[in-house]
């Protein structure tokens, strides 16, 4: 089946532009994360999504930093007003949600590039 | 509190040698500890997990030792292959903590290497 998918694979903005980056989840997985991995860096997790729970934001950086899960399903990841600092490879994992130590599946990332 | 440290920051072995990668936690709350391979241009991958009820688990050539007490696992490749040659990631989880049960905090990563 397939795995978790992001777009765009690449993305370069200037600084101070909107960005939205998608992530398209496993089908029937319930738990959703954002990390965020730096050039050398291991990943920083960003926010967790489970199921119609409120989301745990407890990793975003900023509040130029926000996520939205639609239908359960697909998710988005909003950074306004990007930063040079932003730039990143952000990685999207999925869960089956069932229990804390279900395997997360990552996707191939989006790679932010601000100018 | 939540940190992972991760050793060596690189490593490069001879095929058909034993590659070694070390972490080491603070957090007494963590109680499930996976290991990803990382290929360029691609997402992290579950090689090996370990939970602290056991000591040691072992996957084919892959194995994880974990020392409670100290606080610190480890990864072992057994007879690394060129394959092999990817970035790893240490990683820790805690059940317990109902804010952030599920987050992963990982390990600043290993570039392994493996010569022909």
């Known amino acids: 089946g397939a795995g978790v998918s992001q777009s765009p694979s690449n993305k370069v903005t200037e600084k101070g532009k909107d960005v939205e980056l998608r992530c398209d989840p496993i089908s029937g997985h319930t738990a959703l994360y954002w990390y965020r991995q730096s050039l050398g860096q291991g990943l920083e997790f960003l926010i967790y999504f489970q199921g119609n729970s409120a989301p745990d934001k407890s990793g975003l950086p900023s509040d130029r930093f926000s996520a939205e899960r639609t239908g359960g399903s697909v998710s988005t990841l909003t950074i306004q007003r990007t930063q040079q600092e932003d730039s990143a490879v952000y990685l999207c994992?999925?869960?089956?949600?069932?229990?804390?130590?279900?395997?997360?599946?990552f996707g191939p990332g989006t790679r932010l590039t601000v100018l | 509190q939540q940190q992972v440290k991760q050793s060596p920051q690189s490593l490069i072995v001879q095929k058909g040698g034993i590659s070694i990668i070390n972490c080491a936690y603070e957090n007494t709350a963590f109680d499930y500890f996976p290991w990803y391979q990382q290929f360029p241009g691609k997402g992290p991958a579950l090689l090996i997990a370990i939970r602290p009820d056991v000591s040691e688990k072992k996957e084919g050539r892959f194995t994880i030792s974990f020392n409670k007490s100290a606080k610190q696992f480890s990864l072992h490749i057994m007879d690394s292959q060129p394959g092999d040659s990817a970035t790893y990631f240490c990683?820790?989880?805690?059940?317990?903590?109902?804010?952030?049960?599920?987050?992963?905090?990982f390990g600043s990563g290993t570039q392994l290497t493996v010569l022909p």
């Open positions: 994992a999925s869960s089956l949600g069932l229990v804390a130590t279900d395997t997360q599946y």
């Open positions: 990683a820790a989880s805690s059940s317990w903590d109902s804010g952030s049960a599920r987050q992963l905090t």
